[in-house]
C-alpha cells in the first residue's frame, strides 16, 4: 500500500494583512472634544444659568441707577457718564460669579475624564496626547468665546437701554466702548482655560473646584490692598484685577493713582499669559504623567 502525500492538497494559512489606520486629523479631534464637551448637561445648564445671571445683575444695576438718578448729588451725575453707565454694563460682582463659573467649567470639562477613567480610553485611541489636550483648549475656547459675546453685548444694549430713559446710556460708538465690551468677551475663555489647566494638573474634582476658587475669587479679594506696593502688583496680576480695569469698572478715584490700579497693557498681557501658562503646563507633562 502506497501512501502519497499531495503537497498540493496541502494548504498554508494566509497571514493575517496588517492594515494601517489612518491617524486621527485634529478636525477629527475636535469633532470628538465638541461631542464630549456638549453632551454633557451640566454644561449646557452652566452656561445658560450663567448667562441669564449675568444679563439679570446688568439689568438690575442699571434699573436701580434709574430709580435712584433723582437723589443722586451733582458730582456724582457729572461723572456718570460714561464711568458709571458703563459700570452698570458690567458690574463688578458680576465678575466673580462669572470667574466662578467660567472656571467650573473649565475644570469640569477635563477632571470628568479623569475621575471616569475615559481618558484612558482617549489617549488609547490617539496616542497623541499633545495634539487631544490641544484640541480641548480649543473647543473650550470657542465655546466660551462664543458665550462671552453673548453676555458682553447683551449685558451692554440692555443696561444702555434702561438707562436711556433719564438719557444717560451711551452708545457702542462711545470711545472705548468696544474696548470693554471685547474685554468682558474674552473674560469667560481666560476663566475657563485657567480652569481647565488646574484640572489637568489636578485630576480630582473637589481639589480643582477649590483652587480655581482660591486663584479666581481669593487671591483678588485677599490682595485687594494698598498697604504695600508688592501687594497692589500682585493683585493687579490677578485676571479679575485685570478685567477690572479693562472695563473701566475702576473709581475715579482710584484711576487718578497710577501706582494703584493696573495699566490696560498690562492689563492685556495678564489676560494673555494667565491662560497661557495654565494650559501650556499639562500640555508639557502630560507626556511623562500619563505612561
Keep these: 500500500m502506497t501512501t502519497r502525500y499531495a503537497s498540493a492538497s496541502i494548504s498554508t494559512p494566509a497571514s493575517p494583512q496588517v492594515v494601517d489606520e489612518p491617524r486621527a486629523r485634529f478636525r477629527d479631534l475636535l469633532a470628538s472634544e465638541w461631542t464630549k464637551l456638549w453632551s454633557l448637561r451640566s454644561i449646557r445648564w452652566a452656561l445658560l444659568t450663567t448667562v441669564l445671571a449675568i444679563l439679570a445683575m ?11 438718578w433723582p437723589n443722586y448729588p451733582a458730582d456724582t451725575k457729572d461723572h456718570f457718564v460714561p464711568l458709571w453707565s458703563m459700570g452698570d454694563a458690567f458690574p463688578n460682582n458680576s465678575s466673580f460669579i462669572l470667574a466662578l463659573a467660567a472656571g467650573s467649567i473649565g475644570a469640569i470639562a477635563i477632571v470628568g475624564e479623569y475621575s471616569s477613567g475615559m481618558i484612558r480610553t482617549t489617549f488609547a485611541a490617539v496616542p497623541a496626547r499633545r495634539a487631544v489636550l490641544g484640541a480641548k483648549v480649543v473647543v473650550l475656547t470657542a465655546l466660551m468665546l462664543a458665550a462671552g459675546l453673548v453676555m458682553a453685548f447683551g449685558s451692554f444694549w440692555i443696561s444702555q437701554a434702561i438707562l436711556s430713559s433719564q438719557h444717560i446710556g451711551i452708545s457702542i460708538g462711545q470711545p472705548n466702548a468696544l474696548r470693554c465690551i471685547l474685554a468682558d468677551a474674552v473674560f469667560p475663555a481666560v476663566c475657563a482655560l485657567i480652569g481647565l489647566g488646574l484640572g489637568a494638573l489636578i485630576r480630582h474634582s473637589a481639589t480643582t473646584m477649590v483652587m480655581v476658587t482660591v486663584v479666581l475669587l481669593l487671591l483678588p479679594t485677599l490682595l485687594n490692598s494698598n498697604l504695600h506696593q508688592w501687594v497692589i502688583d500682585l493683585h493687579n496680576a490677578t485676571p479679575v484685577a485685570a478685567w477690572q480695569r479693562l472695563v473701566f469698572v475702576l473709581g475715579p478715584d482710584m484711576l487718578g493713582d497710577p501706582g494703584y490700579h493696573p495699566t490696560l497693557t498690562g492689563s492685556v498681557v495678564v ?10 503646563l499639562p500640555v508639557l507633562t502630560v507626556r511623562h504623567r500619563d505612561h
Design 271 to 280: 489676560f494673555l499669559l494667565w491662560p497661557l501658562v495654565a494650559v501650556l
Design 58 to 68: 446688568s439689568a438690575n444695576a442699571a434699573r436701580s441707577d434709574v430709580s435712584n
